[in-house]
């Protein structure tokens, strides 16, 4: 079965770290860019920040850069979302997504996606 799991998220103050993983399982990850995307409550999902596939080339949303650091480790299967400095406005599920090789700002071309984690940043 192909499956992308999250993890990491929880209760932080603001100006908190967090690190989210995301795991998969039934496919080598390492074929796959990676995607984060987060929803806040009554909002659209958004773009966070991606990595292709050899994790040469990352992107970020603007609001992030600077703040958060993705990552990937293929011998683990795993690729990582490093959020430090976290703000009230940062509180979302936060989803991984997969698609082959190359980075998109289309969440349509996503084929695999986690259940989410949810990160509640609050005082």
């Known amino acids: 079965q192909l499956q992308l799991v999250e993890s990491g998220g929880g209760l932080v103050q603001p100006g908190g770290s967090l690190r989210l993983s995301c795991a998969a399982s039934?496919?080598?990850?390492?074929?796959?860019?990676i995607g984060w995307f987060r929803q806040a409550p009554g909002k659209g999902r958004e773009g966070v920040s991606c990595i292709d596939s050899s994790g040469s080339s990352t992107n970020y949303a603007h609001s992030m850069k600077g703040r958060f650091t993705i990552s990937r480790d293929n011998a683990k299967n795993t690729v990582y979302l490093q959020m430090a400095s976290l703000k009230p406005e940062d509180t979302a599920v936060y989803y991984c997504?997969?698609?082959?090789?190359?980075?998109?700002?289309?969440?349509?071309?996503?084929?695999?996606w986690g259940q989410g984690t949810q990160v509640t940043v609050s005082s």
């Open positions: 997504a997969a698609q082959t090789y190359y980075c998109s700002g289309d969440v349509s071309t996503y084929e695999y």
């Open positions: 039934g496919f080598t990850l390492g074929y796959y860019a």
